[in-house]
């Protein structure tokens, strides 16, 4: 049977055929008559052909819609035909039928954004730019976004797993906090939602006052699973808004160029020789460097995609700790040790911590007899290095070591990439696909990692070692990675 627009569609074109018809009748007769009915009748027939076509890019070829009578329809943008749709609601006005109650959301009003804007008020902002943590119902701190990090001076670091009580002393108005909580959440049903209002100095932007919101997150069973907390921050200098969207967008564009960058290098590197040869030569499976005992105790910091600690922990005893911070790394990450992971240190295993690495807030001191870092300390500027490395000193045992490798002032990544070709070509393993992931990963290093790479020569990296708290450099080289990286191990 033809569907109603269909028909519609005919009709429009069988007027538009009439008028032209008519036209033609007074060309020849020169009726005026004529002329005023042709006119109309093309325009409306142009009309409602026209309209239907214009419906049918939106709705399909064979899906045309003109004037829906249901006002519903007409608001409504969907992929779905509306032969599609309309079996859809058909099914949910029989379904409120047979149950004598409404389907949640099918008796909405219609949402009139400038006078609902209201009711966006107080929801969950989705954006990036908004700074959030997560608690559990224990109000133990369990995550938090890079935009909190900026806001309130990576303040959460170290502490996740702890009470929020550890973040909230460290509020200028700490005490109305507290006495709020003691109000609305002591001894009583916890609320769906929350709002207060919170204050903490940033020693880059000053006062920083945040209408922080605490949404309820339940967990399957209904019952509360933690809590999603965002804060909408206001700066007592006005200045510092857009210092503070700068330093963001700056730190979303570095955490983008990692996260593209770990969907290619990993398939790259791994299929040559130079890179694997990289990590021989840092875990001193070679001879130049110590060999790292079977039962110690590592930290990977920066660990990337996992190579390296997976590495360590095959075939062996040892207790890796992996801390990386970017989220599609942390995936590989997880992928690539997920036959080793442990979640505590009475073992063997590959632990995977979630956390910035210029802060080891939360890690004993004198605790590793080892600290890895490939290609990452250049990836700070010389303060955070500074700091990243003092904190590595102070949770290597004494006579513990560091091992730092990386890109140098004098490295040519075009014999670096000339190299890893010749070797993919030689494997056999230079593919199309393989050879658009190689220039994927060489113009990340040339045009968005270059900024980066050439800071330091090695006697700087060294400088900053012994700078740090560490007693002796124990080897050094130049002349890693197809000569364009260095490994320095530094002992506490």
């Not at 052909?49 to 399909?60: E, H, Q, T, V």
């Not at 390296?308 to 990386?324: D, K, Q, T």
């Not at 790394?329 to 690539?336: A, E, G, I, T």
């Amino acid at each position: 049977m033809m569907n109603e627009s269909r028909i519609t569609k005919i009709v429009g074109v069988l007027i538009f055929l009439i008028g032209v018809v008519l036209l033609f009748c007074y060309f020849e007769k020169g009726d005026r008559a004529a002329l005023l009915a042709a006119v109309a009748m093309i325009l409306v027939g142009g009309m409602i052909a026209c309209g239907l076509l214009l419906r049918s890019i939106k709705s399909g070829p064979f899906d045309l819609v003109f004037f829906p009578s249901d006002d519903t329809e007409s608001r409504t943008v969907s992929p779905l035909s509306r032969g599609e749709r309309k079996k859809r609601t058909t099914y949910v006005k029989k379904a409120t039928e047979s149950r004598a109650v409404a389907v949640p959301g099918s008796d909405a009003p219609p949402f009139k954004i400038l006078e609902d804007s209201e009711v966006l008020k107080n929801m969950p902002r989705a954006d990036v730019l908004t700074p959030m943590y997560m608690l559990d119902s224990k109000y133990r701190i369990i995550d938090w976004n890079g935009a909190f990090n900026l806001a309130f001076d990576h303040s959460m670091a170290g502490m996740r797993g702890t009470t929020v009580l550890e973040w909230v002393y460290l509020l200028e108005n700490y005490q109305e906090v507290i006495d709020h909580g003691l109000e609305v959440f002591s001894g009583k049903e916890p609320p769906a939602f929350d709002i207060e209002t919170i204050k903490f100095k940033s020693r880059k932007y000053g006062l920083v006052t945040g209408i922080k919101r605490a949404f309820q997150v339940p967990g399957d069973d209904g019952k509360c699973a933690g809590w999603l907390l965002t804060i909408e921050p206001s700066f007592a200098d006005p200045k510092m808004k857009y210092v503070f969207w700068q330093d963001l967008f700056a730190f979303l564009r570095k955490t983008l160029t990692w996260s593209e960058y770990a969907l290619s290098y990993n398939n790259v590197l791994n299929n040559t020789d130079v890179y694997p040869q990289l990590l021989s030569d840092i875990l001193g499976e070679t001879g130049e460097i110590t060999a790292i005992p079977p039962d110690a105790r590592v930290l990977d910091l920066g660990a990337g995609t996992g190579n390296i600690s997976r590495r360590l922990v095959e075939g062996h005893n040892r207790l890796v700790v992996a801390m990386e911070n970017n989220p599609i790394m942390l995936s590989f990450l997880r992928y690539q040790c997920e036959d080793y992971i442990c979640y505590d240190d009475r073992g063997y295993g590959v632990m995977i911590i979630k956390q910035d690495i210029r802060s080891l807030a939360g890690i004993h001191d004198n605790y590793f007899d080892v600290v890895i870092m490939n290609n990452v300390l250049y990836s700070l500027e010389e303060e955070d290095a500074l700091t990243c490395l003092r904190e590595v000193c102070r949770v290597l045992k004494p006579g513990g070591e560091a091992r730092i490798s990386g890109p140098q002032k004098k490295t040519n990544l075009d014999k670096l990439f000339k190299q890893i070709k010749k070797e993919l070509k030689k494997k056999d393993r230079f593919s199309p696909q393989m050879e658009r992931q190689y220039n994927h990963v060489k113009m990340i290093n040339k045009y968005l990692l270059g900024p980066m790479l050439f800071k330091w020569t090695m006697a700087d990296v060294e400088a900053m070692a012994l700078n740090s708290g560490f007693q002796e450099i124990t080897f050094h080289t130049d002349r890693a990675y197809a000569g364009q990286a260095m490994i320095v191990c530094a002992s506490k």
